[in-house]
């Protein structure tokens, strides 16, 4: 018998083997295929309503549509789509939307009591019947992961993966999760299924100090790279070269992760990396921005986007909630600003719609990717979540629609549960976040200027001033999507590509605030700004052009006159670090100074407010060699915890003050525990080795010199309270 139809008989053979052994039952089974009728039945019936060149003579001819649909539907779009995927991504995307409107096509044929008028009435039902099919299957709840489509390709997934009694782990990134919001919201009976995990001890909850500077690619670089040393902020400029680097561009991200080769990433060998930063050395990396410059290195195998296309209602689903999601940020904008809610930042523009794709449809994409890795027995798998750290941003880390996007994570979670019952090898689960938020009105809206113009009047004014302060984070993980769609391989990858050029820059697509200036100056004195500022939520570089090399304490006083004085005494300012010529690193605060580097205090000490690991945290930041001439951070209200982000966020993290640089890790209780706080993101990554190593899923980390712990404060914080209590 020829191989194709050999190919083609084996898969039916898998479809017919399917239903005979569905997981849940027989009579699970039968209740799923009622309750999909029916949903099918109302979907059908409302667009005939609705498109007038449609008609049915009655309920026994729309059941009779219902049931073809469904036969064609499982009978020849898996096939179909199978064989459209070496023609790339958007050729299958085409090819599933067009067989819709066959299928639709057929049954005006086919079935006696249905009048077609023709092929503009077939779109029009085509699409209401998938958004109308889709929005009812999200109200009841009608979980996707159990269609008849999902469990085909489990089992598609699953083909030739070699069994193993090694468990597998997968590591999940909530980014921007503090360790307090976790425990207060294990409190108010959300996020179920960490709390079932807590409480049911099969896992632990711990917090980790995250040092500065507080955002995802240094405690990234640290945790998968293992040191994180030179990352003195999300974008900071480079005073020899003239550089400005930003961490979600895919160029600087690969730049950045190749200053740290050699080293012990976490994922060295086999392990998998999904829409993170860097990729932690993985021999596969998925949706990753430091591997975007690498072009076989996309979205992983086309076949990868089958889960979304083989369902005739998931893609739809997936693009129904994205823009009921983009619908529901305008909703509550609106709401949040009729109530007078305070602090609170205008959320128009393109953020609504950049929320839909991050919150729904790039949850969607990262979920069905690690799900294909868990079914082919991958060892480790890291990826990360950005839903809940881009709105809390703009509506603040504790607001309702930034814990709604939290319990969409947790779900994923209890999906992925689900999911390792069918592996080829038993999987463990860590979760784990790259820093916390804190939340407060902005500098700006505090001071009437923004920082930068703070600077600039006090250096005089006049200057050439470039300022790196728009928020940018939403727009890099919608970028990396658009770049790996561009270079997919086939012909939707060129169409893409070329649809794109335009915005791209060095292959990789760049949409949003200052993209397309990659501020890369010669070296021209002339050609280089006066100023450069660059911040990264409360937390502020500022760079000054006179010198090549940073400037100290002295010389920007003979420079500048009033800088120094006006800003440490500024309100907004809670302390600002200069190096000194005499002195070494100082801390300057409105009514004392710290002098870290000689461990002595004039006056008021201006970190005490910032917590124990504060003058640690800011001598280790003054000693990265791409650091500002000036560091500043903003004031910290004593009563509220809230700071001020030198970027238009609500909610915000980089610097210190509030719950930003405290993340939390969640992981198996039968693992050893970490000795002592665990503090720094280079910690947590010896931690996880350690685990890992335990567990046989990767060599031991080499010596070191530095203890991966230190010991553990006297007294937990207020805002940690003990977590065997909540698990009790």
């Known amino acids: 018998m020829p191989g194709p139809i050999r190919r083609l008989l084996d ?3 898998l479809q017919l083997r399917l239903l005979r052994t569905w997981r849940l039952g027989r009579r699970a089974l039968l209740r799923r295929l009622a309750l999909t009728t029916v949903v099918a039945y109302i979907a059908l019936a409302i667009s005939i309503y609705l498109v007038p060149g449609i008609s049915a003579s009655g309920p026994p001819s729309i059941l009779a549509a219902v049931l073809l649909i469904a036969l064609l539907n499982s009978a020849f779009r898996p096939v ?19 067989l819709q409107l066959v299928v639709v096509l057929l049954v005006g044929t086919l079935i006696p009591g249905i009048h077609l008028s023709g092929l503009v009435a077939a779109v029009e039902t085509a699409v209401i019947f998938a958004i109308v099919n889709a929005s009812i299957s999200w109200f009841i709840s009608l979980g996707e992961d159990e269609s008849y489509f999902s469990h085909l390709v489990r089992l598609l997934a699953a083909q030739g993966a070699a069994k193993s009694d090694v468990p597998g782990v997968v590591i999940i990134q909530i980014d921007g999760l503090s360790h307090p919001v976790v425990v207060n919201q294990i409190r108010a009976g959300r996020i179920p299924t960490m709390a079932r995990w807590l409480r049911s001890r099969s896992h632990r909850l711990i917090g980790w100090e995250c040092q500065l500077p507080s955002q995802t690619s240094a405690s990234q670089a640290g945790i998968l790279l293992g040191s994180n040393d030179g990352i003195p902020a999300f974008r900071w400029y480079e005073k020899a070269s003239g550089r400005l680097l930003v961490s979600n561009r895919p160029s600087d991200a690969a730049e950045i992760e190749g200053r740290y080769a050699g080293g012990d990433p976490l994922l060295a060998g086999h392990g998998t990396s999904v829409g993170n930063l860097f990729s932690g050395g993985a021999g596969e990396s998925l949706l990753t921005m430091s591997r975007m410059t690498h072009p076989v290195e996309a979205l992983g195998p086309t076949r990868s986007w089958f889960y979304f296309f083989v ?4 893609f739809a689903r997936a693009v129904v909630l994205t823009i009921g999601e983009a619908g529901k940020e305008v909703w509550q904008a609106r709401r949040q600003r009729l109530a007078g809610v305070e602090p609170r930042i205008e959320r128009g523009g393109a953020y609504p719609l950049l929320r839909g794709v991050t919150n729904v449809f790039l949850r969607h994409v990262t979920t069905s990717l690690i799900v294909e890795r868990m079914l082919q027995g991958t060892p480790i798998i890291y990826a990360d979540f950005v839903d809940y750290d881009e ?3 703009h509506a603040g880390p504790e607001r309702a629609e930034s814990l709604e996007a ?20 038993p999987y463990r689960f860590v979760v784990l976040s790259d820093h916390g938020q804190s939340m407060g009105a902005t500098f700006r809206q505090r001071h009437g200027k923004t920082v930068e113009e703070v600077v600039r009047d006090l250096i005089g004014g006049g200057q050439e001033v470039k300022a790196e302060t728009a928020p940018v984070e939403a727009w890099g993980p919608i970028n990396g999507l658009l770049t790996e769609l561009g270079r997919a391989a086939g012909f939707g990858g060129r169409v893409i590509s070329r649809a794109l050029a335009s915005r791209s820059s060095e292959g990789a697509v760049e949409l949003g605030p200052g993209r397309g200036d990659r501020a890369e100056q010669t070296d ?3 050609e280089r700004p006066d100023l450069v500022v660059c911040a990264s939520g409360n937390l502020a570089l500022v760079y000054f052009n006179a010198s090549r090399e940073r400037l100290t304490l002295e010389r920007l006083t003979e420079l500048y006159p009033r800088l120094i004085d006006g800003l440490g005494r500024h309100e907004g300012i809670g302390f600002l670090l200069v190096r000194s010529a005499v002195d070494g690193a100082v801390a300057i605060g409105p009514r004392g100074r710290n002098h870290l580097d000689q461990r002595r205090i004039e006056g008021v000490d201006p970190l005490a407010a910032f917590g124990p690991h504060a003058a640690d945290n800011i001598r280790r930041l003054d000693s990265m060699p791409n650091v ?7 004031a910290l209200d004593p009563e509220t915890d809230e700071v001020a982000a030198f970027e238009e966020l609500v909610g915000s993290h980089g610097g210190a003050g509030g719950w930003q640089t405290k993340a939390f890790l969640l992981y198996p209780r039968d693992w050893s525990a970490p000795v002592g706080q665990l503090v720094g993101a280079p910690a947590v990554h010896r931690q996880l080795v350690a685990w890992l190593a335990a567990a046989g899923l990767r060599s031991p980390a080499p010596k070191r010199d530095v203890s991966a712990a ?3 404060e006297e007294s937990p914080p207020e805002d940690a309270p003990p977590l065997e209590a909540i698990a009790s």
């Open 11 to 13: 898969f039916y053979a």
């Open 311 to 314: 369902s005739p209602f998931a």
């Open 628 to 634: 500002g001439d000036l560091v500043l951070n903003s």
């Open 80 to 98: 179909v789509l199978w064989l459209a995927l070496p023609l790339g991504i958007l050729v299958v995307a085409v090819v599933g939307v067009a």
């Open 524 to 526: 021209a004195e002339a």
């Open 406 to 425: 939290l319990d969409g994570v947790d779900h994923v979670l209890g999906g992925l549960e689900r999911v390792a019952s069918e592996a080829p090898r």
């Open 391 to 393: 709105i809390a941003h």
């Open 710 to 712: 230190v010991p553990p």
